[in-house]
């Protein structure tokens, strides 16, 4: 086994963002393994995606034991043990939300009237988010300014007494890994072998301290790139001075403006009337590189810096033109069929059944009939443009008592209007037959809302969170309309875990309510779900951030117009800069979507052809 006893001085690579870098990764990796090729390496991209990418290049000329993982996985990989004997558990989305919860309904400050507002849990907990890549120091001095941001400040220290004890996240495992690693005690360090990190860029102060006791291990490569913009560089130059004094012989950083020049015609700058023919061109652009310089789809990638319009207008066109693509699908959960068809149940629940509500829900839902057999032991017919017509037949308008007297009086009205026409000849036999049909239609909707409404009986205010997960599993179960195949089961079986996760609600001792597990559902359900395709077998679509570490033949970034490219500064309405100036400090990235200036970074790492 290859002991990290033999190992070699870590090294810090610095350069300008070029194929060049990843082909210092694969010289780094064939060092390693020229002496043994089943020697272990670990290398820790930015992201996903950029691993698979990078997996599927190193793959064409064939590779063993070379590990592909973002830096998560990695603190996952070392701290994980190290937290369990402690007796801490994952925190989770759910445990998350009801912390901020807990922490809102003590304050009696300026966001007092205000706590209960969904828009101001959302906004307390991005807040929050920064809030843990601070220090003491600079949370005291935000507390000292009072107003907003010393509200602010208190309630993550509640947040953090409510969480710290039991519970870890992603920095605690960082900070776990990094306490193992220098103690000598990290669980199957010596299997991960040489660890690279490659392009790392975003990283919190706990993820910076494990790769700073990774190098003092002496098994730790770390390969940074720079764009040439100071702005965009800062926090990589920053990291580069850090580790430096740690380093073996370490390439000097690129200057500012680098001499390594575009190529005469790789960049070119096309203007469109709208986004819709902005697309149809690029999609022209995509058909010519493969027809004409034979260009592999998995080669391209059309990246975005603003969702809305381009997440869902990319995904459609080049579904209606047939190119097939990969990437992350920004698509929530909550916008799948399971999705929906729970979340609308979810929404019945408490109402007056409005006859356009019930409706809406069963035509545009993957909706099954639960009541499976009528009376005569038949299967009972389902069929929502059906019921429509019927439910409007009766007029229905809303409340349960009209939708079982009203479907009822219609019902009876239909068979003695069939079999009085009938008997006197005034119909023939297969309009009778109709009438009788529609009768038997008006029988099965009132057997589906009496089953409804008993289902939507929800448990008592003040009932533990598993209960409310439990009954709204059930609903699912009931309820959903699911192809085994199909993406629906999928999303069905996201659905469940993201229940699950209620169960260890309970041990916050926080007694639900309807209100609040519908709440917390709704955003936990607002996360992404799913791919567009496998890696590696279609275009790559994605934000600029999400290609960071990627390289391709053939990029489109589309949405470049003045105002979106670069986006104008976000203002925080609870965290203002003027409050992070004042506390001696910036305001950190609420979450890791990339360093400095992703809008350059990501597209110059990923814009380069390789050489004709």
């Known amino acids: 086994m290859h002991q990290a006893g033999n190992a070699t001085p870590p090294r810090l690579i610095v350069d300008r963002l070029s194929p060049d870098l990843t082909r210092e990764l694969w010289r780094l990796i064939r060092e390693e393994k020229r002496d043994d090729v089943l020697a272990p390496v670990t290398v820790v991209t930015p992201t996903r995606y950029a691993g698979l990418s990078l997996r599927q290049e190193l793959g064409r000329t064939g590779f063993a034991n070379v590990r592909f993982m973002p830096v998560a996985v990695l603190s996952e990989l070392l701290g994980a043990a190290a937290l369990a004997q402690q007796g801490r558990q994952p925190l989770t989305g759910v445990l998350e939300n009801l912390a901020v919860r807990q922490a809102l309904a003590q304050t009696d400050g300026p966001l007092r009237d205000v706590s209960e507002h969904p828009s101001t849990q959302s906004s307390v907990r991005a807040a929050f988010r920064q809030l843990r890549n601070t220090d003491d120091a600079m949370r005291s001095a935000l ?156 080669r391209m990638a059309i990246l975005y810096r603003t969702a809305d319009p381009y997440a869902s207008l990319i995904r459609d066109e080049l579904r209606m033109a047939g190119i097939p693509m990969a990437g992350p699908d920004r698509e929530p959960l909550a916008n799948t069929g399971a999705g929906r068809t729970l979340m609308g149940l979810l929404e019945l629940c408490g109402s007056q059944f409005p006859r356009s509500e019930v409706m809406a829900w069963l035509s545009s ?53 069939a079999d009085r026409r009938e008997t006197d000849g005034e119909t023939s036999a297969s309009r009778a037959r109709g009438m009788r049909a529609e009768a038997a239609a008006a029988r099965d909707i009132q057997a589906f809302i009496d089953k409804l409404v008993g289902d939507l009986d929800p448990p008592a205010d003040g009932s533990p969170w598993r209960k409310f997960a439990d009954w709204a599993e059930d609903l699912l179960d009931s ?84 105002g979106a490219v670069p986006p104008s500064p976000r203002r925080d309405p609870l965290l203002t800069e003027p409050d992070w100036s004042a506390a001696g400090g910036r305001a950190p990235p609420p979450q890791r979507r990339g360093g400095g200036r992703p809008e350059k970074i990501a597209p110059r790492a990923a814009a380069w052809r390789r050489p004709p």
């Open 143 to 298: 507390a000292s300014r009072g107003g907003i941001a010393g509200e602010m400040a208190r309630l993550y220290d509640r947040f953090r007494r409510l969480t710290a004890g039991g519970w870890y996240d992603a920095e605690d495992l960082a900070e776990a890994g990094a306490a193992t690693v220098n103690a000598g005690a990290a669980p199957g360090l010596d299997d991960l072998g040489l660890i690279v990190f490659h392009l790392p860029h975003g990283l919190s102060p706990g993820e910076v301290r494990l790769m700073e006791s990774l190098v003092g291990r002496r098994r730790c490569a770390v390969i940074l790139g720079i764009t040439g913009d100071v702005a965009a560089d800062e926090s990589t130059l920053d990291l580069a001075a850090r580790l430096r004094g740690k380093t073996a012989s370490p390439t000097a950083p690129a200057a500012a403006e680098s001499d390594t020049p575009l190529r005469a015609g790789s960049a070119r700058l096309h203007v469109a009337p709208t986004a819709h023919d902005e697309l149809r061109w690029v999609i022209r652009q995509i058909m010519r590189e493969v027809n004409e310089s034979d260009t592999p789809l998995h």
């Open 365 to 417: 839902c993957p909706v099954r009939n639960p009541v499976v057999e009528n009376p005569a032991g038949a299967t009972a017919s389902f069929s929502p443009s059906r019921w429509d017509v019927v439910t409007r037949k009766a007029g229905i308008v809303s409340g349960v008592r009209q939708w079982r007297d009203r479907l009822d009086a219609h019902a009876q009205r239909l068979i003695a209007s």
């Open 479 to 562: 309820y959903l309309a699911i192809d085994v195949n199909g993406s629906d089961s999928d999303a069905a079986e996201r659905i469940r875990r993201l229940l699950d996760d209620f169960a260890v609600a309970d041990s916050m001792n926080d007694d639900a309510t309807l209100a609040a597990f519908r709440q917390m559902l709704a955003e936990m359900m607002q996360t992404p779900f799913g791919h567009l395709g496998p890696t590696g077998q279609g275009v790559f679509v994605s934000s600029f951030a999400g290609a960071a570490g990627m390289t391709s033949d053939a990029v489109w970034l589309v949405g470049m117009i003045e």
